[in-house]
């Protein structure tokens, strides 16, 4: 397994705003793999940047001898796939499709998308969207980025993320399924599955191989249960032990990206050395 830092851990990440080369010398003095960079529809990466930005990032990441195989789209959150309006929602599946492209371009194979939300802890203006119909509108925004995947050769990564939706690994293996391509799946994050109250190892073993493609990690105190919950790797309740080895039983080797949040001077050397100690368990 690849251990892996988030561009949004980076200080200036979550704006878009530091430049990609900072923050991969940043990552790499930090000992990481890999960076996982985010896209938006503003800032060093975004959903009209050109080819060859792109294929300078890629390159910048050759140099510094960094893997980068996945990117982050937190674009649902400000244009969400199934908001009621219908308009939002095409937008929405046009701009996760430019994203699409502009990851291939980057070299990586995989994208994360939030595939939409009921509601949003800290957007009080959206919703509550009916649960039914945000499904299925969910459902037709994956089902329409799914040939756009399969064409650019990129792996779109569903993560269920505070959103209000699936909050069980059956549901949310069904709702994968039912997408019906070989380059629709799930992104994992498990801090996220214990902030909804479950388990994740069990969440890893029911979606198996064939449905997680790439693995986000946090840490969560589940006697706080809020967004306030999240904290350093090691300092929560995240079963780690069983968690790796429910990741080695479903013979997961792909990256695992820590996305920590928010910066500061020493997150990312913390973040590493936490890493470390998870992976040898």
Not at 48 to 61: F, G, H, N, P, V
Not at 142 to 150: D, G, I, M, R, S
């Amino acid at each position: 397994m690849k251990l892996c830092i988030s561009y949004w851990s980076v200080e200036g990440g979550l704006a878009n705003t530091r430049p990609v080369a900072e923050a991969m010398s940043e990552a790499k003095a930090a000992g990481f793999d890999g960076i996982e960079l985010g896209i938006g529809t503003a800032g060093v990466l975004h959903t009209q940047s050109d080819q060859a930005t792109c294929e300078s990032y890629r390159k910048l990441a050759e140099q510094h001898n960094l893997a980068l195989e996945s990117v982050a789209a937190g674009l649902a959150w400000g244009c969400s796939p199934n908001d009621p309006n219908p308009a939002t929602r095409e937008k929405s599946i046009k701009l996760h499709a430019d994203a699409l492209q502009r990851a291939a371009w980057l070299g990586a194979t995989a994208m994360l998308m939030v595939p939409g939300a009921v509601t949003i802890p800290w957007d009080k203006a959206y919703g509550p969207v009916k649960y039914d119909q945000a499904v299925e509108w969910s459902r037709h925004a994956a089902k329409q980025l799914a040939p756009v995947a399969e064409r650019v050769g990129v792996h779109l990564c569903l993560e269920n993320v505070w959103n209000g939706m699936f909050y069980s690994p059956l549901e949310f293996a069904a709702f994968i399924d039912s997408i019906g391509s070989p380059n629709v799946g799930a992104y994992f994050d498990a801090g996220n599955v214990l902030g909804y109250h479950q388990h994740p190892p069990h969440w890893i073993e029911i979606l198996g191989a064939t449905r997680i493609r790439r693995v986000h990690i946090k840490d969560f105190k589940k006697d706080v249960g809020n967004l306030s919950g999240f904290c350093d790797l090691l300092a929560g309740d995240m079963p780690w032990k069983q968690t790796m080895a429910a990741l080695r039983g479903i013979g997961y080797d792909k990256t695992i990206v820590a996305e920590m949040m928010p910066p500061d001077e020493t997150l990312l050397q913390r973040t590493k050395a936490a890493m470390d100690k998870i992976a040898k368990m």
